[in-house]
């Protein structure tokens, strides 16, 4: 377990696909219910407008069968979405995609900005359990580089993501901090 802001943050490591990912989310959700959790990584263009190296957030995470799950994004407060990169849908698939005309037809039909095997699980468990759930990824390849870009740009993509992250759990922590002062207000003005 490790602290931001002075709060505990616990970093988990769920597995490919999406059985590995529910089944590892529903264990740490029974043992305690976290009052938001962020599940982020990489995940591969579909919108031809997307560039290598750019954080999503998408409004929804979705299974190709079309079920899709709202991400949490009132935590952010009201802050302006495009502070956050907001994108519409987040595409769940079964297997990873490469080919050029694959990403295209995904992203046509099913309306996807980016894909992954596993954001759709984690907000489908998330929300089984009433968790709020944000799903930042950072575009790990796109139909030009190819599966060989996820590699020669992992390290620049992840220090990406993680400037976004940093970014991220500061506005989450210092809401959070917000609200329980206001919670403390109210409690003290009902006490009176």
């Known amino acids: 377990m490790r602290r ?18 529910a089944a590892s989310l ?17 995940a591969g263009q579909l919108d031809p407008d997307r560039s290598m190296g750019e954080v999503l957030l998408p409004r929804f995470w979705s299974f190709e069968n079309g ?21 519409e849908m987040g595409l769940t698939v079964a ?7 694959t990403r295209l037809h995904l992203f046509r039909h099913q309306g996807a900005s980016i ?8 907000l489908q468990t998330a929300a089984r359990f009433g968790i709020p759930c944000l799903a930042p990824k950072v575009v790990s390849d796109t139909a030009d580089s190819g599966v060989a870009g996820f590699y020669t740009e992992f390290s620049a993509n ?4 993680a400037r976004y992250l940093d970014r991220l759990l500061a506005h989450l922590a210092a809401h959070q901090a917000e609200v329980s002062r206001q919670d403390a207000k109210d409690a003290k003005t009902r006490g009176q």
């Not at 931001?4 to 990912?21: E, Q």
């Not at 529903?26 to 990489?42: A, D, K, Y």
């Not at 297997?95 to 005309?101: D, G, L």
């Not at 894909?115 to 984690?122: H, K, L, N």
């Open 158 to 161: 992840l220090k990406k993501l």
């Open 67 to 87: 079920q899709r799950f709202a991400a949490g994004l009132d935590l952010l407060d009201g802050e302006a979405e495009s502070a956050w990169s907001v994108c």
């Open 4 to 21: 931001y802001s002075r709060r505990p943050c616990r970093f988990v490591a769920t597995g490919l696909g999406t059985r590995r990912t």
């Open 95 to 101: 297997k990873p995609v490469f080919r050029q005309q």
């Open 26 to 42: 529903t264990r740490l959700f029974e043992g305690e219910t976290p009052p938001f959790f962020i599940f982020t990584g990489t």
């Open 115 to 122: 894909c992954d095997m596993e954001s759709a699980a984690a």
